[in-house]
Each structure stands twice: as structure tokens, then as C-alpha cells.
């Protein structure tokens, strides 16, 4: 997200995959106050692995209260390289999952699964939640419209000033011409 957004309190992170255990899903309980909850998912590749190309590596799917949440497939093409080591040659993408904008009290079910992309040497797989994601975004979007018109009605008035100047002068200048 960018510096406008909160990035919110982060709510924990939750293996979902190790190499030597596979995939299991993860049970989290949270409150409407975690409310807007921000997903994001970090992939722990290691060795040889290519260069990803934008097809979908894993899925992830959010239930709760006997319903689907947010169900998206994860391609990782724009994710951050948040770490990398070059003793164990081993590198960290993490990618942006989504938004779930409203939870009530309750346990939900986050799972991962293998996506349609093959050639991924997969180390493990993290969920990191973060509650309260855009606390502050609503203040800061009402503060940016406000700074764009106050922006947008000086460089009206400027214009309007420089036209006038413009007018006097050339005025100016047909009277001098007038005179002479």
C-alpha cells in the first residue's frame, strides 16, 4: 500500500505451508474490531527456481460464519522481494492478497493451495493479518481532495491574474502606441 494507508496493527502471521508437512489450514479467531483486515501473504522460495511469470502459484481462500470471504488466486508478479540470503540462497516474496472490509466475532478458516504454476521450489508459506488496515485512510483521502482543490482554484486565480496582467500591458502598450 502506499504511505496514505495505514498498514494497521499487525494481527500474527500463520505458517500454512512447510515443505516437509505440506499445506494445512490455519483456524484465527477475530473480532469486528480487526475490521478492515488486510491479507498478505509471504512465499519462501529456495534453489533453482525460475523467474515468475505471472501465473497463479497459490490460492488462497478465507471463510467464516459459513462463508467465502475472499477467495483470490496469488500470481506474486508484483510482489516485494522483502528478504534475501545469499548463504542459503533463499528469497522472500510477499504479495498483497486483499481486503476483507467487515469480520464479526468468530473463528475463520484461512487455507493455501497450489496454484496452476509448477517449477516453484516452495520453502514454506506465511499468512500475515493486519487488523484495522485503513484507520487512518478516509482522513488522509478527505485531506488529499481538499489540498487538490484549494491546488486547482489557486492555479484558476493565477490564471486568471496572468490574463489580466496581460491585458493591461497590451492595453498599455496600444495607448503608447496611440501617442506616439
Partial sequence: MGCTASDGARTGTYRVYERATGYKPVEVALSASDAPLRVSVDLRIVGGTRQIDGHSILSLTVTGDGRSMLAVPLTFAEATLED???ETNERIYRDDAGLIPALQ????MFSVQS?????IYIQSVDIILRADAFAVYEVVRTGGFLLMAAGITGLIFAMIRHRRMRWRQSGAQLRELDEN
Fill in 115 to 119: 496454484g496452476e504454476e509448477t517449477g
Fill in 105 to 108: 466475532n468468530g473463528i475463520y
Fill in 84 to 86: 534475501k540470503s545469499a
